[in-house]
């Protein structure tokens, strides 16, 4: 496949993939990089391309692929999706109570970040990354009962060791 059939092919799905990437991520930057790695898969293959037959359902699946791929990285959970970025409202004018919901957000930390690494990444998708359970569901490759029992007895940690 040479360079100008390549791009006349394949470019002109670029705001399709974007799309796609975007609705998967919800984020700009991932979705622009995802896109980015897409098209050096596919320059890298362009020699097997001429057997597709369809070029956009190729490309669609590729593209999800790569998306999910990077949700179930470690990294796709470090971004914003977690307690340490959660940016908690401040209510309080009275500087006693101030202090102590500091102390106590300190401590929430502390406990999310004492439990199992599947717990913790359950817990940040759903909590403060606002996913749903379908959502963690496809990000994580984990089954929804799974889920479930992982919030369970996150939430059940935390709540046991926040009353001692």
Same mark, same amino acid.
């Given at each position: 496949m040479t360079a100008g059939s390549f791009k006349q092919v394949y470019f002109s799905l670029h705001p399709k993939l974007y799309r796609v990437a975007y609705a998967i991520l919800k984020n700009t930057e991932d979705a622009e990089d995802i896109i980015q790695d897409a098209y050096y898969k596919l320059w890298d293959d362009r020699e097997k391309l001429t057997d597709i037959q369809k070029p956009e359902a190729y490309c669609v699946t590729l593209v999800k692929h790569l998306c999910l791929d990077f +949700?179930?990285?470690?990294? %796709?959970?470090? @971004?914003? @999706? @977690?307690? /340490?970025?959660?940016?908690?409202? /401040?209510?309080? %004018? @009275?500087i006693e109570t101030n202090i102590e919901n500091k102390e106590t957000i300190k401590k929430i930390k502390t406990i999310i970040h004492g439990l199992p690494e599947k717990q913790q990444r359950i817990l940040n998708l759903r909590v403060f990354a606002g996913y749903s359970p $379908? $959502?963690? $569901?496809?990000?994580?490759?984990?089954?929804?009962?799974?889920?479930?029992? +992982?919030? +369970?007895? %996150?939430?059940?940690? +935390?709540?046991?060791?926040?009353?001692?």
């Open positions: +949700l179930r990285s470690p990294k %796709a959970t470090r @971004n914003d @999706n @977690n307690i /340490d970025n959660y940016d908690f409202p /401040d209510n309080s %004018a @009275n $379908e $959502e963690i $569901e496809t990000i994580t490759g984990e089954s929804s009962a799974n889920i479930r029992v +992982l919030l +369970l007895r %996150a939430r059940n940690t +935390l709540k046991m060791k926040l009353k001692h």
